[in-house]
């Protein structure tokens, strides 16, 4: 079982449209969740993270948590063709420095 | 105020060839971890440097190894190359807090390696 897994998509939703994107998780003991935005060719760039049971907002993204199903996702609302590109969920899993363990990310084309 | 930079950005090796890497983390930040990414793969942790010391380590061999300088700059050198150490490899900077499931990791452009 990998350790984070995402659909690889693509993801296909219309502009203006909430796009949804999941992330499971093995390790109960992780602690924060990230969510990377990674155009391609170029390198992640991160949208936030989240370490508390349930949603924190940051402009049109909303990142959620559930531990208990060990379960993360994003939503994009108002979604523009400027999101499409890959979204790549990450788990720290280290213990007193962040170490960083990505799923494979899910690529997210918004149509005009 | 600089983000974290890298260089080069695009390298081409011979197999067998030894490369090095360089990473200038962002203001402030005295962390850096390095990653590798394969095409159409998530980001691989190799390591990380704090305090010039090599603090935790993937699975990566030992032709990958690494270097932290005073000025909290990074080099990642990888000896003997192989075919399959064609990627994007990244370096992530952060600020170290003691606290690691609140620290924001920010990446440099990468440097994409490619192994002929």
């Known amino acids: 079982q990998k350790e984070v897994e995402q659909n690889s998509g693509p993801l296909s939703v219309p502009e203006g449209a909430i796009a949804s994107l999941n992330c499971t998780y093995s390790d109960r003991g992780s602690q924060s969740f990230f969510w990377y935005r990674q155009y391609s060719g170029k390198s992640p760039e991160l949208i936030m993270f989240?370490?508390?049971?349930g949603d924190k907002e940051d402009g049109r993204f909303t990142a959620q948590l559930n531990k208990a199903s060990q379960y993360v996702s994003l939503l994009i609302r108002d979604s523009q063709p400027s999101d499409s590109a890959t979204y790549l969920c990450a788990v720290n899993g280290g213990t007193g420095f962040q170490k960083l363990v990505f799923g494979t990310g899910t690529r997210l084309l918004v149509s005009p | 105020d600089a983000g974290v930079t890298q260089s080069p950005t695009h390298l081409i090796k011979t197999r067998g060839q030894q490369v090095t890497l360089r990473c200038s983390p962002k203001s402030g930040h005295d962390t850096v971890s390095w990653y590798q990414q394969a095409l159409g793969q998530g980001p691989q942790f190799i390591f990380q440097y704090y305090e010039e010391e090599e603090r935790q380590r993937g699975n990566f061999p030992d032709r990958f190894s690494g270097h932290q300088f005073p000025n909290y700059s990074s080099e990642l050198n990888v000896n003997a190359l192989l075919l399959g150490d064609s990627a994007l490899y990244l370096c992530a900077s952060s600020l170290y807090s003691g606290a690691p499931s609140r620290t924001e990791a920010f990446f440099g452009q990468g440097t994409r390696l490619t192994v002929v």
């Open positions: 989240i370490y508390s049971n």
